[in-house]
């Protein structure tokens, strides 16, 4: 069972990145998905979350309309574009696994039972 995150670089401000995440060892289609961060020094902090489906996406203030967050349950991967990057988007990206089996996700990162290495997305002139 694992999450294997790729994707990441360093980036000028206002480019564009897309993460990926493989998923391995359980139904990835049946889980809510999400994608959190963790700035040097600080906390790790949600970023954004989709249902099973893949109907239901939701993102933080900081990303909202920069981000896109999707999946595709056929391939077991789940993605984040990240467009008109800023400086302060660099950070570890995790793709982590939801451990609620029924109804909503949450954003509550320590909650998540299951989580990748992460990918460093550096963003700078």
């Known amino acids: 069972v694992q999450l294997q995150a790729s994707g990441g670089g360093l980036m000028q401000p206002g480019g564009s990145l897309r993460l990926s995440c493989a998923a391995s060892g359980f139904i990835f289609g049946s889980r809510w998905m999400h994608w959190a961060r963790q700035a040097p020094g600080k906390e790790l902090e949600w970023v954004s979350g989709?249902?099973?489906?893949?109907?239901?996406?939701f993102y933080a203030d900081s990303v909202k309309g920069r981000f896109t967050i999707s999946r595709d349950n056929a391939k077991n991967t789940l993605y984040l574009q990240m467009n008109n990057l800023k400086s302060e988007d660099t950070a570890r990206y995790y793709c982590?696994?939801?451990?609620?089996?029924?109804?909503?996700?949450?954003?509550?990162?320590?909650?998540?039972?299951?989580r990748g290495q992460g990918t460093l997305v550096t963003v700078s002139s």
């Open positions: 982590a696994r939801d451990s609620r089996t029924t109804g909503w996700g949450t954003k509550e990162v320590n909650s998540y039972d299951l």
């Open positions: 989709i249902n099973p489906s893949g109907g239901s996406k």
